[in-house]
């Protein structure tokens, strides 16, 4: 059973899934559809017996500008930048900083404790612990030979 998707999709990757991404990336199917789309931040996730662990690169970025929200089973992280106030007696000459925001939904199973998911921003990383429920955790116990 799949604990966590990643649109719409099990968060292990397979090779057909590739070109699915390379393709929705770009046309701006499968995702929100909005212009923070086109702004997409790569994530690893992995897995352990009590939890996944997901790691987004967003370096340069103001942790209190990034915002973590579960809904309806659904973990967005998503970020905007706030606009500065414009400095009159500074002229720019050019202007290649235009990063202005993303959203990444994750569909969380009922097997995730969604209370318990943690974030953490360090390093221009932003470290996301969601934790599976207890019951979801394999079992393990010493069997003895007799």
Do not use: C
Request: hydrophobic share 35%; aromatic share 10%; proline share 3%.
């Amino acid at each position: 059973m799949t604990l966590l998707k990643v649109n719409g999709a099990p968060a292990k990757k397979q090779f057909g899934s590739f070109f699915d991404d390379w393709f929705n990336e770009f046309t701006g199917w499968g995702n929100d559809g909005g212009t923070a789309s086109w702004s997409r931040v790569p994530v690893n996730i992995h897995e352990t017996n009590d939890a996944f662990h997901l790691e987004l690169s967003t370096p340069g970025l103001k942790k209190e500008d990034i915002q973590l929200t579960v809904e309806n089973g659904l973990l967005t992280i998503s970020y905007e930048k706030k606009e500065e106030a414009k400095n009159e007696d500074l002229k720019t000459i050019r202007r290649e900083f235009s990063y202005h925001g993303f959203k990444r939904s994750f569909t969380l199973s009922d097997k995730v404790n969604a209370d318990d998911i943690q974030a953490k921003y360090e390093d221009g990383v932003l470290k996301v612990l969601v934790p599976k429920k207890t019951e979801a955790q394999p079992a393990s116990k010493q069997i003895a030979v007799q």
